[in-house]
């Protein structure tokens, strides 16, 4: 169902992909030319440890924004109404906010780490290394599959362009410029792609709620879903409502997704990677920042568009009319661009493209970055080359960059081959990598867990969540296959079971005989030495032991205190009340989501701005100057003094 020309699917794939990775490759060298910065190792793989908190922020929010983000949201908004929503926001949302308790004790306890693993190893030793090792590398395979099923699916509808040819052109460009650029490349290239998923969520926000003469208005959607409970009521919602929050689906999906994506934080080194590359000072509010800012990425879309798919499935400019959606089309994450396509035909289209081709690379690059660095330091620095140098660290980089984009492409076409939807690998995942979360947890937060505790909670995690995920597609369909293994009740069981019975025997078997780890061996861990390395030098601030303590408490209070709000607190009351919106609420409900982007947007936008103005006007000046042919001069960026050598 080709709604724009093939070839448009070929210019955003290719043209637009290889026109960032120019500019991003630009940027990179301005910074280097005019800010003195050097691709020694530690820069392509840490950015020095300096970043602030504005682009990492921007750069969490992006790594966070999966096709799944855009497009699984929709599809629960469309199954569920407005529950799915919220609770593929707040199930996705709590692990970031959690994740600021990691992120600060790796900056007081291993500031030196590069990677979650070289952690592990230096308090476990090498078989819990290697164990861990195979589960950090599954997470970042299932999470590149994932962003390639789904941009793939969605360029190849649209388009018509081939899906196995979108699978290996859309990484591209993000392996170009990740490739030249490392880390600072990525949050570069994160921020631009992030303003620009943004405004497109504000457009598709405003065309429905305020211009869209399909709908306009919010009380003209209420109305719409009216008529759709009508005519097809979701079962298992209060009165069969889209809008109500006590919905059976959608609390069941929530807890899936809260499990789940557990996994793929906690798992997943390129959030590791966001915390290494933060200043100290920023490092709890760059995780604060980026959760509450993303939240509103898929809260705000999926009430947008994928309740739009529900209010004008009837409606003779939707794609499929007079049918509804196939089911298939459904779990392919096709709710959104459908209901794009109805709204402003082919400019919604285009937006659509635009918005997860935006989405899958700026989420492929943080990939990239992370599977780069665990290939460099805990394979290569590890047990190949212990004595490797800044340049041989940086080499090995760019040959894991290069084969992991070529990797990703062949994962996705092989997953796509054999049946396995967006939809089917999101809920999956949980079950495959939950079992390492609180060992991961645990390595950097409890002095007593053992290295036992930490390999067998793994391992049984995942056997159990595997086991009792098959057992109750049997018990409940009779048999195991693709269709039963995609029930809620398996995928809720296999969730649950890998993530809690993981924690449950490695407390356990912690406890029998409980270590009394030493944080201060991981000093042993070392960064590269260069002799080219940018020299930057933090303020006593930054760096104060009681300041990084305090920091760590507002971590643990604050983001618990978010947790229990966006988990307990808001959905619960409303799903036990079996509360179905009035028209008026339902306005202020979409209202209030409106406002939390418009000012999650001027956050993720201006802030880094704001942060970096000196060295931005310095680049300016430099660029002047080089125009004028003046000679290099002393710069003073931010208080850290760097001699430039123009060439």
Not at 5 to 30: C, D, H, K, Q, R
Not at 381 to 388: C, G, L, Q, V
Not at 415 to 437: D, K, N, P, W
Request: hydrophobic share 50%.
């Amino acid at each position: 169902m080709a709604i724009l020309p093939e070839s448009v699917g070929y210019i955003i794939v290719l043209a637009v992909g290889l026109l960032f990775a120019a500019l991003i490759t630009l940027l990179t060298n301005a910074e280097k030319r005019y800010l003195g910065e050097i691709q020694t190792a530690e820069m392509f793989t840490s950015a020095c440890r300096s970043v602030k908190t504005g682009l990492t922020a921007s750069a969490i929010v992006s790594a966070w924004t999966w096709a799944a983000t855009l497009l699984q949201s929709s599809t629960v908004a469309y199954k569920y109404g407005i529950s799915g929503p919220f609770w593929y926001a707040s199930g996705a949302t709590v692990q970031v906010l959690l994740f600021a308790i990691l992120a600060i004790q790796v900056k007081r306890r291993a500031p030196n780490a590069h990677t979650f693993l070289e952690i592990i190893r230096a308090r476990y030793g090498k078989p819990a290394h290697l164990v861990f090792l195979f589960f950090g590398l599954l997470t970042n395979m299932i999470v590149t599959a994932m962003l390639l099923l789904g941009g793939s699916a969605v360029v190849s509808t649209l388009t018509g362009m081939n899906i196995i040819a979108a699978a290996f052109l859309i990484p591209v460009g993000v392996v170009a410029y990740t490739y030249h650029g490392g880390l600072k490349a990525t949050f570069l290239s994160d921020y631009i792609h992030t303003v620009i998923i943004f405004l497109i969520i504000l457009i598709f926000g405003f065309t429905v709620y305020a211009t869209s003469p399909l709908i306009g208005s919010a009380p003209k959607m209420f109305d719409l879903l009216q008529l759709a409970k009508d005519s097809h009521p979701v079962d298992g919602n209060a009165s069969g409502s889209y809008l109500t929050m006590s919905s059976q689906g959608g609390i069941i999906f929530g807890v899936i997704n809260v499990v789940g994506n557990f996994g793929t934080v906690f798992v997943d080194q390129a959030y590791w990677q966001r915390a290494v590359a933060a200043r100290p000072s920023s490092t709890v509010k760059s995780y604060l920042i980026g959760g509450l800012c993303w939240f509103t990425i898929p809260f705000f879309l999926a009430t947008t568009l994928g309740l739009a798919g529900v209010a004008l499935e009837s409606n003779p400019s939707f794609p499929t009319f007079p049918n509804r959606i196939a089911s298939a089309d459904v779990n392919a994450g096709l709710t959104a661009p459908f209901a794009a396509v109805a709204l402003m035909g082919s400019g919604g289209a285009v937006a659509i493209l635009v918005l997860v081709f935006m989405a899958v690379t700026s989420a492929a690059s943080a990939e990239l970055t992370a599977v780069s660095s665990i290939i460099t330091f805990d394979v290569y620095r590890t047990y190949i080359n212990p004595k490797a140098d800044s340049l041989q660290i940086v080499r090995a980089s760019h040959y894991s960059i290069a084969a992991f984009g070529l990797i990703m492409a062949i994962l996705a076409v092989i997953l796509h081959a054999i049946g396995i939807s967006l939809g089917y690998l999101y809920e999956l995942m949980g079950t495959l990598v939950s079992c390492a979360v609180f060992p991961i947890a645990f390595t950097i937060t409890w002095r007593k867990q053992t290295a036992l505790g930490a390999i067998c909670g793994t391992i049984v995690g995942l056997i159990a969540g595997v086991v009792s995920w098959l057992a109750v597609a049997k018990a409940q369909f009779g048999e195991i296959t693709l269709d039963s293994t995609f029930g809620d009740y398996p995928m809720l069981t296999g969730n649950l079971v890998s993530l809690f019975a993981s924690g449950i025997v490695t407390v356990a078997i912690s406890m029998m005989k409980p270590d009394n780890f030493d944080w201060s061996k991981f000093d042993t861990l070392s960064r590269v030495e260069d002799a080219e390395d940018a020299k930057i030098e933090f303020s006593a601030d930054e760096t104060d032991p009681k300041k990084l303590e305090i920091a760590a408490r507002f971590a643990y209070i604050s983001s618990i205190v978010l947790t229990v709000v966006l988990l307990i607190v808001w959905p619960i009351p409303m799903y036990l009340s079996n509360y179905v919106f009035t028209s008026s609420f339902f306005t202020g409900w979409i209202v209030f989501g409106m406002l939390w982007t418009i000012i999650a947007s001027v956050v993720i936008i201006f802030y880094p701005i704001i942060e970096s103005r000196r060295g931005i006007m310095q680049i300016i000046y430099g660029i002047l100057d080089d125009l004028q042919g003046k000679k290099p001069k002393m710069m003073h960026v931010d208080g850290e003094k760097t001699i430039v050598s123009y060439s």
